[in-house]
């Protein structure tokens, strides 16, 4: 067999790590748990994390907030993802709870509501050879995967079935 050598890469020293995280940073914002997951990936030496990050952060390389509102405000027009879907996403990233609010407060209420309706009522029209109930919860079911509050849901849904009557 051969040797272990190629399996296990070489470690990188702290400035050498700082220059390839500064160029991940800045090709797109990144959550801080990302940039340690990277950390790792690089194999740096540990004791040197906490160093590199702050330096990250004073050179406004990462910023949560940031990412946060980039984060957000992408998925909602790019994917229309729903505020719940949204807060997960980035909880599962770490981000701060003050950050979550702060990005899922620029979503304009109206906006929201009015993509919600047109998603619902173009799910709802796709499944028109279903009975009632079926599509109520095939469409719920879809809206709630995507991440929209049930409650609006319900609203959405009911304007629908008003307008199919």
């Excluded at 740096?44 to 702050?54: G, P, R, V, Y």
């Excluded at 409650?151 to 629908?160: F, G, H, P, V």
Aim: overall charge positive.
């Amino acid at each position: 067999m051969g040797s272990f050598e190629g399996m296990y890469k070489k470690a990188l020293t702290p400035e050498q790590a700082l220059q390839k995280l500064r160029h991940y940073c800045a090709y797109q914002e990144r959550s801080h748990q990302e940039v340690r997951d990277k950390l790792r990936q690089l194999n740096c030496a540990k004791k040197e994390h906490d160093a590199i990050l702050s330096s990250l952060i004073e050179d406004d390389y990462l910023n949560e907030e940031r990412f946060a509102m980039a984060f957000a405000g992408g998925k909602w027009r790019a994917k229309h993802w729903g505020r719940q879907r949204i807060r997960y996403e980035l909880k599962q990233k770490k981000v701060s709870d003050f950050c979550i609010k702060k990005a899922l407060g620029q979503i304009d209420e109206d906006d929201y509501v009015a993509v919600l309706s047109k998603l619902a009522a173009e799910k709802y029209e796709l499944l028109s050879a279903h009975q009632y109930i079926i599509r109520y919860k095939k469409t719920t079911d879809y809206l709630i995967a995507r991440g929209f509050e049930p409650e609006l849901i319900r609203t959405a849904l009911a304007r629908c079935r008003s307008a199919t009557k």
